[in-house]
């Protein structure tokens, strides 16, 4: 058809996936993987058929994140690999073929074979939406995912503080070079809540990352507080999405999904 998002990204398309979202940050640390988690399980709370592919090849995180540690995948009767499920979604880390063993020595093309694998050789299914959580940076290994792979678009994930705002810059720059729309960006770790008193603290300044939005002309999917059941949750493989369905923290993950 015609699509506005033809030409978004490169030419690579799942059969039976109907879009590929990436979730992207300029840097480790920021909670990119926590968001691409949480939001994933609220997609699929919203009703739609989601899988979770992580693309971190030096340090897998969605096995541990959604409860999946340990275990392997299947092979098909076409050599496909069966992806793992939990929580109703859909999932494949290059963790569950690697284990522990991560490939530190590993070269850029290798690794762009191994994620073109992940996506291309895995038994995916009836998917809306695939979530993928990028490798942290905005850099080369970024670029050509995104140059191989059909995007619908980028979610931008950032701490609040000035540094790391000029670093979404870099991102929705490298996210115009081939096409792919930028979604939007979702401030994490936005302010402290503390879970005694319920007191909120912006340590790292107010607002900043929704008026860099608004600058950049791409839209703010909402603030993530920094709390310790987001990290508790986390930890323990049971996200606060599924684990704690009603809290306020679900609710504003939610809140970013409908706006995907
Ligand atoms: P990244 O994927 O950007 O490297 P992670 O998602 O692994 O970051 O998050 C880094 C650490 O911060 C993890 O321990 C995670 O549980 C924690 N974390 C992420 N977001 C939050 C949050 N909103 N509140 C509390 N802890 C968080």
Redesign the pocket.
Known sequence: GSSPFEKAGGSLHVPGVKHIVAVA?A???????????NLALALSRLGYAIGLLDT?VY?P?IPR?MNLEGQKPRVSDRKFLMPLNNYGITCMSMGFLLGDNAPAIWRGPMVQSAIEQMIKQVEWGAIDVLVL?LP?GTGDAQLAISQKISLAGAVI?STPQDIALLDVRRGCNMFAKVNVPVIGVVE???YYICPNCKHEAHVFGHGGAERLASELGVDFLGG?????????T??SGKPIVVSNPDSD?TAMYLQVARKV
């Not at 920094?226 to 990290?231: D, F, G, K, Q, T």
């Open positions: 940050s840097k480790g640390g920021v909670g990119k993987s926590t968001t691409a988690v971190d340090g995180s994140l959580d942290p994930v994490n770790m936005s993530i507080p920094l709390h310790l059941e987001v990290r508790e986390s930890d923290i």
